[in-house]
């Protein structure tokens, strides 16, 4: 049992031998170090907030894109599934793209950051 994951039900890897296991807490990832060998430990990468105390993440499934599983490859990267919680009827559907949000707060700050920089000219 990797350290930081108290109990496991599923999991899944992607095409970049990732390592994605659900379980008591949400949906965790096997952590590696620099060289790419499991460390023995693992990292929350998803949760919901459960009303039920802390939530018991099922099933998870991974289909793959043409790209990597990484940061920013849109739906190219592929989809990460699984259900959130013991007995839920949702499916959460992960893809490697930031949230809308993210992209308007990055280019609001640019928008700033020139703005501020051209009133210290005058």
Excluded: C, K, Q
Excluded at 40 to 63: E, K, N
């Amino acid at each position: 049992m990797a350290t930081g994951l108290s109990a496991g039900f599923d999991l899944t890897v992607d095409t970049e031998d990732d390592v994605f296991i659900t379980g008591l807490g949400g949906l965790f990832e096997l952590d590696r170090d620099v060289g790419g060998a499991f460390t023995g430990g693992a990292t929350l990468f998803d949760a919901i907030v459960s009303p039920f105390g802390a939530p018991f993440a099922t099933g998870v499934s991974f289909l793959p894109g043409v790209d990597p599983f990484e940061p920013f490859a849109g739906i190219n990267g592929g989809v990460l599934a699984y259900i959130p919680d013991f007995a839920h009827t949702t499916v959460i559907l992960i893809t490697p793209v930031p949230e809308p949000s993210s992209f308007a707060l990055l280019a609001w700050a640019v928008v700033l950051f020139v703005w501020r920089g051209a009133r210290r000219r005058w």
